[in-house]
């Protein structure tokens, strides 16, 4: 398999989990895509009832309404069964950094609350540590961007404003607010790491998600394999 059958076989694997009158956090991201097509299609041919989608952006919010799965926000919602995303990289402890895409904030938000969360990745995810590829992604207040990027230095870390390529100047999130990737010589401690960086005035949120997988799903060439704890 390349790696884009690797990615429509996990997202095919994270369908087993869906079951009606469920509410699903849906990631951002190619892997998720894939994952939200295929989700709308059991909803259309009727596979699948009383299901519904909190999105995670606006990219996932758009998708899901063009597949077909009913979408709900955040604070319309008591509970979310289960969440599904992609991620950038991906430890032996499952440790994450996700965040490539710019929605980080709000789906650690919608993780963290999700009765299971399920990881969808293609074996090139796999690291022995997290930042051995890279940089770590935090969404910071515009106006504190070049303070933080240098307080980032106390870590060890060189980071840099993420710039848009398809329009002028930085990328902005979907909460209005700019991205620094911190590139990180290794991350021995990814909890502290993620705590410590949280607690930076002006850092909204970052890209380390420890401790908070349930499950993730390698896309490789013999097929999908699980990672548990």
Same mark, same amino acid.
């Given at each position: 398999m390349n790696v884009e059958e690797m990615k429509k076989a996990v997202a095919k694997e994270a369908l087993k989990f869906i079951e009606d009158e469920m509410v699903v956090g849906l990631g951002t991201g190619s892997t998720?895509? %894939?994952?939200?097509? %295929?989700?709308?299609?059991?909803?259309? !041919?009727g596979e699948l009832e009383e299901v519904y989608g909190v999105p995670t952006s606006y990219q996932a919010r758009l998708l899901a309404l063009e597949a077909g799965v009913? $979408? #709900?926000?955040? !604070?319309? $919602? !008591? &509970?979310? !069964?289960i969440a599904v995303d992609g991620a950038d990289e991906v430890d032996p402890q499952m440790n994450l950094i996700k965040?490539?895409?710019? &929605?980080?904030?709000?789906e650690k938000i919608i993780e963290y609350r999700a009765g299971m969360f399920v990881v969808l990745v293609d074996e090139t995810k796999l690291v022995e540590w997290l930042g051995q590829k890279m940089p770590v992604p935090i969404e910071v207040v515009p106006v504190a961007w070049r303070a933080i990027a240098e307080e980032l230095e106390v870590f060890n870390a060189t980071a840099q404003l993420r710039m848009a390529e398809k329009k002028d100047g930085p990328v902005v999130t979907d909460n209005g607010n700019f991205i620094l990737d911190a590139k990180f010589h290794r991350i021995e401690d990814p909890l502290d790491l993620e705590i410590e960086l949280n607690n930076i005035p002006? $850092? $909204?949120?970052?890209g380390i998600f420890a401790d908070i997988a349930d499950? #993730?799903?390698?896309?490789?060439k013999d097929g999908v394999k699980r990672m548990e704890r």
């Open positions: 998720t895509a %894939y994952f939200i097509k %295929y989700l709308g299609k059991l909803i259309m !041919d009913p $979408v #709900v926000g955040l !604070d319309e $919602v !008591d &509970a979310i !069964d965040g490539r895409g710019a &929605a980080l904030t709000m002006g $850092v $909204v949120e970052n499950l #993730v799903l390698v896309g490789t």
